[in-house]
T-cell receptor
Framework: EPEVTQTPSHQVTQMGQEVILRCVPI?????FYWYRQILGQKVEFLVS????????KSEIFDDQFSVERPDGSNFTLKIRSTKLEDSAMYFC???????????FGSGTQLSVL | GESVGLHLPTLSVQEGDNSIINCAYS??????FIWYKQESGKGPQFIID?????DKRQGQRVTVLLNKTVKHLSLQIAATQPGDSAVYFC????????????FGSGTRLSIRP
């Protein structure tokens, strides 16, 4: 069964450093998403992406965040200058033509020290 | 507003019994609802969805009920099994923000042998 893959599974970084989280969505999907989940809390929407542009973003997704689909297979989330409060599990998701049934990856656990 | 929440944070059921997980939502403009299952260390997994023009939908061992009058959503799991142990999230989407699925707070379901 096709799946969304995310790398790395764990990322440790120093506060103020830039990080790039990588995702390979399901190959024929058109809609891409990033969510995050702080330990023990709910899954929070960050951004959705379609047709090479951001469709929607949340208040969390400020100027420190950016997304990119650099080629036909990868979807990345960049945090320019990480803060302690950016520590969370980051999930990538993709959806097909219906933009409804989201398939999630296993996440990247980001720890900012 | 965009508020999707759950009545109970934890639910413990006997193996073989039916489980009912409840969810309240506040946005009357929401037109699509989804239940996700999240096992430890994994991303959310789609279980079942329902549109606002329906009040019941059944899947394999799962049923979702939607009561728009009181803005209430429930997930029923028949003959609960140990593999059903997970955190369950309800999520919603509004027609005006079709690419933004918002998650509720989650209910942890544990199964007693």
């Amino acid at each position: 069964e096709p799946e969304v893959t995310q790398t790395p599974s764990h990322q440790v970084t120093q506060m103020g450093q830039e990080v790039i989280l990588r995702c390979v969505p399901i190959s024929n999907h058109l809609y891409f998403y990033w969510y995050r989940q702080i330990l023990g809390q709910k899954v929070e929407f960050l951004v959705s992406f379609y047709n090479n542009e951001i469709s929607e973003k949340s208040e969390i997704f400020d100027d420190q965040f950016s997304v990119e689909r650099p080629d036909g297979s990868n979807f990345t989330l960049k945090i320019r200058s990480t803060k302690l409060e950016d520590s969370a599990m980051y999930f990538c998701a993709s959806a097909g033509t219906g933009n409804e049934k989201l398939f999630f990856g296993s996440g990247t656990q980001l720890s900012v020290l | 507003g965009e508020s999707v929440g759950l009545h109970l944070p934890t639910l413990s059921v006997q193996e073989g019994d039916n489980s009912i997980i409840n969810c309240a939502y506040s946005n009357s403009a929401s037109d699509y609802f989804i239940w996700y299952k999240q096992e430890s260390g994994k991303g959310p997994q789609f279980i079942i969805d329902i549109r606002s023009n329906m009040d019941k939908r059944q899947g394999q061992r799962v049923t979702v009920l939607l009561n728009k009058t009181v803005k209430h959503l429930s997930l029923q799991i028949a003959a609960t099994q140990p593999g059903d142990s997970a955190v369950y999230f309800c999520a919603e989407r509004t027609y005006s923000s079709a690419s933004k699925i918002i998650f509720g707070s989650g209910t942890r379901l544990s199964i007693r042998p």
